[in-house]
């Protein structure tokens, strides 16, 4: 596709409840990368996939938090058992990486989550 | 712990108005600086900052990177209400393919 896109733009749900994130990259991007953003701070990284495997994974905030991602292109993010502290905005970012300017990340519109 | 700071957190200016924008940095073995332009929800790619790209410069927007004081600025002449916006700031280490991000300062130009 033109850019990385991202589903559902906007999700309410209640406390308890799981939620599946998706991301689309940049067609023909080995790498992805997840965000969140709450209200008033910058981006916080959570995972980076390059290609199929997640090489960190280290921004996981607890174990409740998941992600995947298939045939190098599309990946989902899941939260189980959400709390009102999972609000944010969640970012998904693609690139290139080994090909001129990897260090720039390509960034989808977010998904909005709401926890109630 | 790798850091990047922000300063100012917000700004408001009159069209027209120059404004600069400040960032500091920490990380360890610097590969890369990096600034967002974030009006909605997608930040979008302003510049790519390196040791051997110092500074940078589009339009309106230009940007220095000091990397013995470990910090870069972006400036933006002849301000427009169009350029109202959080401006992010991420740096880039060598060992790890994540960017760390500022806080953002959020930028409002008045008409």
């Known amino acids: 596709g033109a850019g990385v896109s991202q589903s559902p733009s906007n999700k309410v749900t209640e406390k308890g409840k799981d939620v599946e994130l998706r991301c689309d990259p940049i067609?023909?991007?080995?790498?992805l990368y997840w965000y969140r953003q709450s209200l008033g701070q910058g981006l916080e990284f959570l995972i980076y996939?390059?290609?199929?495997?997640?090489?960190?994974k280290s921004g996981l905030p607890s174990d409740r938090f998941s992600a995947e991602r298939t045939g190098g292109s599309v990946s989902t993010l899941t939260i189980q058992r959400t709390q009102q502290e999972d609000s944010a905005v969640y970012l998904c970012?693609?690139?290139?990486?080994?090909?001129?300017?990897?260090?720039?990340?390509?960034f989808g519109p977010g998904t909005r989550l709401t926890v109630l | 712990e790798d850091k990047v700071v922000q300063s100012p957190l917000s700004l408001v200016v009159h069209e027209g108005d120059t404004v600069t924008l400040n960032c500091s940095y920490e990380?360890?073995?610097?590969?890369?600086l990096l600034w967002y332009k974030q009006e909605k929800k997608a930040p979008t790619f302003l510049f790519m900052l390196?040791?051997?790209?110092i500074e940078k410069k589009s339009g309106r927007l230009s940007s220095i990177l000091d990397k013995k004081e470990l910090f870069s600025i972006l400036n933006i002449t002849a301000t427009q209400t169009g350029d109202s916006a959080v401006y992010l700031c991420?740096?880039?280490?060598?060992?790890?393919?994540?960017?760390?991000f500022g806080t953002g300062t959020r930028l409002l130009v008045s008409p």
């Open positions: 991420a740096v880039k280490g060598t060992g790890f393919q994540k960017l760390v």
């Open positions: 067609s023909g991007h080995t790498a």
């Open positions: 996939f390059q290609g199929n495997s997640a090489p960190d």
């Open positions: 970012a693609s690139n290139l990486l080994g090909v001129g300017g990897p260090d720039t990340q390509y």
């Open positions: 390196t040791s051997s790209g």
């Open positions: 990380v360890t073995n610097f590969r890369s």
